[in-house]
T-cell receptor
């Protein structure tokens, strides 16, 4: 049972336009959500996060929105740049026992065309 | 400063052999995680070390998988009697806090 779902395996947008990456989750106990970006042959790098008590967090061109009632979050990239082309992973953090665990989605491949 | 490093970057092994993967975390990071990513799948949690506490091994898929970490330094992930389904990219991450994990480049394991 997948607790974090990224239903779009890929997304293609034009340079300068908005990229919207979506993520759904099923576990209401998640208390933190993160986005990671991954280039080929590299490990994921942390991009932006949001606490479950917030509904928006903005950092430069990147904004994450959280809709708790819908158990949905999205990452907006405006304006999109060719260097943003990568796989984006949504991840959710929960305290399980005395340990924190991150659960990842399968990722969405973003291609930004010049 | 230096990030998380992993070795080897690529490993091809025959079915049934044992393999050992190494992770060097960022100095000072108390937490260390191992994940794997099989083709077409998301990142799958394997094991978590936090300081000197007993590791959380709940993600290890079978008893052929084991991992060790000495203090807050190097960790090794060992897979015994490898199977073809073990083929994946094995990623290590270290963290000063659970919400920020810094990943290494991964080890691509291919079992033939």
């Amino acid at each position: 049972d997948q607790q974090v779902k990224q239903n779009s395996p890929s997304l293609s947008v034009q340079e300068g336009r908005i990229s919207i990456l979506n993520c759904d989750y099923t576990n209401s106990m998640f208390d933190y959500f993160l986005w990671y970006k991954k280039y080929p042959a590299e490990g994921p790098t942390f991009l932006i996060s949001i606490s479950s008590i917030k509904d928006k967090n903005e950092d430069g061109r990147f904004t994450v929105f959280l809709n708790k009632s819908a158990k949905h979050l999205s990452l907006h990239i405006v304006p999109s740049q060719p260097g943003d082309s990568a796989v984006y992973f949504c991840a959710a953090l929960a305290l399980v026992g005395s340990n924190y665990k991150l659960t990842f989605g399968k990722g969405t491949l973003l291609t930004v065309n010049p | 400063g230096a990030g998380v490093s992993q070795s080897p970057s690529n490993k091809v092994t025959e079915k049934g052999k044992d393999v050992e993967l190494r992770c060097d975390p960022i100095s000072g990071h108390t937490a260390l995680y191992w994940y794997r990513q099989r083709l077409g799948q998301g990142l799958e949690f394997l094991i978590y070390f936090q300081g000197n506490s007993a590791p959380d091994k709940s993600g290890l898929p079978s008893d052929r998988f084991s991992a060790e970490r000495t203090g807050e330094s190097v960790s090794t992930l060992t897979i015994q009697r490898t199977q073809q389904e073990d083929s994946a990219v094995y990623l290590c991450a270290s963290s000063p806090t659970a919400a920020e994990q810094y990943f290494g480049p991964g080890t691509r394991l291919t079992v033939t």
